[in-house]
């Protein structure tokens, strides 16, 4: 059995920087546990009992620990991130530990259903405490819980008993659009406080995904994994969104930023269309006058009214400019950064068809879209129904 190292690294749990981080540092913690504990259920639990590391010569590295030891590594990754979190202890029940997670890895004889049983109390725990303390912590919470199980193919006959048929019915499940929904809905509440662009990026791969429900299992779970370890840095605030993006990258935005400013200033044409007629005719006029005066007096008057009416119309011009400027000015980093959203997307998006995600134009650029559920589908599989006191 195989944990991969990367869902049990460390610097997921160290307070993000705040000068190369945005959104909320807790709320990203809180994702990434509720993806670290689906990891924990959803892996086969080591039997083995903890043996020391043999005497080599060399100092292991994470992927040169046991099984035994690093999922008790991971355990104590989500009791850390936990403790930063520094949510206000339950006057009734016990705080959420991996305590009893640990002592049945480490009693003798223990068996899987021992310990699976201790890290669905621990997710309870965990469930009720953060929804509790923070809306927001029990939304990312749930969001990390139900996007890990997405990427592991949870219920498809496990990592270590690959069940095709039981593969492609999880694969469908896992994408149904009563989930999608629910994540995308989550995506949308917490998208001030996820880091800059990845909302929006990973609520367009889940609808990429979704049109992939009937791909090759083997395929889809080799994409899964790359897709998922991107979804997990970018949300969890460990990678910055734009470090994705190439030069090309980056030329594509500009070029679809330029173009819907151009389409803006074709709207502001047509908004301000009475001033720049007035101007035109102002000018128009003043050029008959020119060209019918017959007298050096006429012309000496016309020249007069010549001048007045360039003085008018670069006092006009400059104030539509300067509105048009204003204008420009207060959409130029909404624009850019919904373009930037979109490149984002492009870039993280790992579909088994191995095509690149077709960009958006226009104003769906950066909007996020809930989209309701068909009429006669159930609502299924989610557990993450709004709490009801009902």
């Not at 899964?224 to 997990?232: A, D, E, F, M, T």
């Amino acid at each position: 059995m195989i944990i991969p190292q990367q869902e049990t690294s460390l610097s997921s749990v160290a307070p993000p920087n705040p000068e190369k981080h945005s959104g909320d540092p807790r709320v990203q913690r809180a994702f990434t546990i509720g993806w670290q504990v689906a990891q924990l259920f959803a892996y086969p639990v080591p039997l083995e009992p903890l043996e020391p590391h043999p005497l080599d010569g060399e100092l292991p590295g994470l992927d040169q620990l046991s099984a035994a030891r690093r999922y008790r590594l991971l355990a104590r990754t989500i009791a850390a991130a936990y403790e930063t979190l520094s949510v206000p202890q339950d006057p009734v029940g016990p705080a959420p530990s991996v305590d009893a997670t640990i002592a049945a890895l480490n009693r003798a004889g223990h068996t899987a259903d021992e310990v699976r049983e201790a890290v669905l109390a621990l997710h309870v725990q965990l469930l009720e405490a953060l929804n509790a303390a923070d809306f927001r912590l029990g939304k990312a919470y749930g969001m990390g819980r139900l996007l890990s199980e997405t990427t592991t193919l949870v219920g498809a006959g496990g990592p270590d008993r690959p069940d095709p048929a039981g593969q492609q019915r999880a694969l469908e499940a896992l994408f149904a659009s009563d989930r999608l929904l629910v994540l995308k809905r989550w995506l949308s509440a917490l998208k001030s406080d996820l880091p800059d662009h990845t909302a929006y990026a990973v609520s367009r791969s889940l609808e990429a995904w979704q049109g992939q429900h009937r791909a090759d299992p083997d395929t889809a779970r080799a994409a899964l994994r790359s897709q998922g370890h991107i979804w997990r840095t970018l949300l969890s605030g460990e990678k910055a969104a734009v470090d994705l993006l190439s030069a090309g990258d980056y030329v594509a935005a500009s070029r679809a930023m330029l173009h819907r400013m151009a389409r803006l200033g074709a709207v502001l044409v047509r908004t301000f269309w009475w001033g720049i007629l007035i101007v035109v005719a102002a000018l128009a006029a003043t050029i008959v006058g020119v060209s019918v005066s017959g007298n050096l007096t006429g012309v000496t008057k016309a020249i007069t009214n010549l001048l007045a009416s360039l003085v008018a119309l670069g006092v006009t011009v400059k104030g539509l400019s300067m509105a048009a400027a204003k204008v420009a000015a207060k959409l130029e980093v909404p624009l850019w950064q919904s373009e930037l959203d979109e490149a984002v997307a492009v870039a993280s998006t790992r579909i088994p068809s191995g095509a690149t995600l077709a960009r958006r134009s226009g104003g769906t650029v950066g909007k996020l879209e809930v989209l309701p559920t068909p009429a006669g589908e159930p609502q299924r599989g989610t557990g993450q129904e709004e709490p009801s006191p009902a």
